[in-house]
């Protein structure tokens, strides 16, 4: 008998694949889990080809090989293949993609390769992918094509996820995957629709696995990936301390309300802007001050004073919607500086603010109680119209200190 297949491809492949996986674990032995998986891969597709090839001759040479021989060498070839298959997919995913990319078919990738796997050890009993007749002969099943759909899916659905994130990768990561689905798609398709007798998937997947090593594998690309990932993770530690310097720069610690330096940036920008931001959106100032400080701090101690503050805060962050800036400006002193709410609207949160002010003022064993008042801003400057609200401010605190006499400051 004559051979079936063509296997000069494949055996070409194989000793280029071997000779590449020999040559990179004498002089490039890399630790990185990535690179790890690439000689995995490669392992996998060595096994994988000397099982086609086999294959090939078990299929041909059935007087020489029992019928059980062709079974478990076309079984153990596709069972390996698909891993393979499967691996080629996820090296996309790992190595191609950033980590902070999106891969949305990492679980179901790994759900086909069970499936598959699952599907291809059954066919040992029903026969559907392909079975071996009596008379020795490899005979493909009526669901023979659905093994090579499973295969191209793998690569379809990595492919995905590079288009998905296409933004975060760089030219050289897009030309190597198109590369390697290419590589990945044609050879299964011109083998399975037009060289059905010439072995030239695996060809395919050597080519893979050679643009790989020497575009993604070699020392220079692991070197420039380290670089760059550890330039990532340097930019986001930088942005996390410069976020952490904002914040204890701009908030006050104890209110976690905005503090007097973002105050003073406000009304600076105020000054620059004054009329256009008037203008375009309209600005309502708000002025608060907590009643009786020293009266807690001297006789309740300083714990009760702060917990009186901290109370006047939270009634703030919770009346007042987030159109507003609220600032603790001084120890009992609080500014909202509101750019963009209707008088009306401002009105409703202002009397909700003092209710809230009396309804906790009833709930707490201290005198608590806040001096406030607000005021639209009309033609004055900022500056003005600050004064106008303060004054108002401090009416409110007069009349509300008449009521509580033996509080008030000697």
């Known amino acids: 008998m004559e051979m079936i297949y063509d296997v000069e491809y494949e055996v070409a492949a194989q000793i280029f694949v071997l000779f590449i996986f020999v040559y990179s674990c004498i002089n490039y032995p890399m630790k990185n889990r990535k690179h790890l998986f690439f000689r995995i891969m490669s392992v996998n597709l060595i096994i994988t080809q000397s099982l086609d090839i086999l294959s090939a001759y078990v299929i041909s040479y059935t007087d020489v090989f029992p019928r059980i021989c062709n079974l478990l060498v076309n079984f153990a070839y596709y069972f390996f293949g698909t891993i393979l298959c499967y691996m080629l997919g996820a090296y996309i995913d790992y190595h191609i993609i950033p980590e ?45 094509y659905v093994m090579h759909v499973i295969s191209i899916l793998f690569i379809v659905m990595a492919g995905i996820s590079m288009f998905i994130n296409i933004r975060l990768l760089g030219r050289a990561q897009i030309v190597y995957g198109a590369i390697i689905i290419s590589l990945y798609i044609l050879p299964i398709i011109l083998q ?48 996390k301390q410069n976020k952490r310097n904002y914040m204890l720069a701009h908030y006050d610690q104890m209110s976690e309300l905005l503090n007097r330096t973002a105050f003073e940036e406000m009304v600076s920008d105020l000054k620059e802007n004054m009329q256009k931001i008037k203008e375009e959106k309209g600005i309502i100032l708000f002025m608060a001050d907590l009643n009786f ?34 600032y603790r400006i001084g120890g009992d002193e609080f500014c909202i500086i509101s750019i963009g709410n209707e008088q009306t609207e401002f009105e409703t949160m202002y009397q909700n603010f003092r209710e809230r002010v009396a309804e906790k003022g009833k709930q707490v064993d201290y005198p608590f109680s806040v001096a406030s008042a607000y005021y639209v801003v009309q033609d004055e400057g900022i500056s003005e119209a600050m004064q106008i609200v303060d004054n108002m401010m401090y009416e409110n605190k007069y009349e509300i200190k008449k009521n509580y006499p033996h509080f008030v400051r000697k």
Request: include cysteine; proline fraction near 2%.
């Open 293 to 326: 400080l020293k009266y807690l701090n001297d006789n309740l101690g300083h714990a009760t004073g702060d917990e009186a503050i901290r109370n006047v805060a939270f009634i703030i962050k919770e009346t007042f919607s987030d159109k507003e800036s609220c």
């Open 192 to 239: 399975v629709l037009f060289f059905q007798n010439t072995l030239i998937i695996m060809f395919g997947a050597s080519l893979i696995m050679l643009v790989t090593f020497f575009s993604l594998e070699t020392p220079d690309y692991v070197k420039l990936q380290t670089t760059l990932e550890e330039l990532e993770i340097t930019k986001s530690e930088l942005e």
């Open 100 to 144: 902070n990319g999106k891969k949305p078919f990492l679980r179901a990738k790994i759900v086909l390769l069970i499936a598959g796997e699952i599907a291809i050890v059954a066919n040992n009993f029903f026969g559907f992918f392909f079975y071996i007749t009596e008379d020795n002969i490899y005979t493909h099943g009526d669901f023979f």
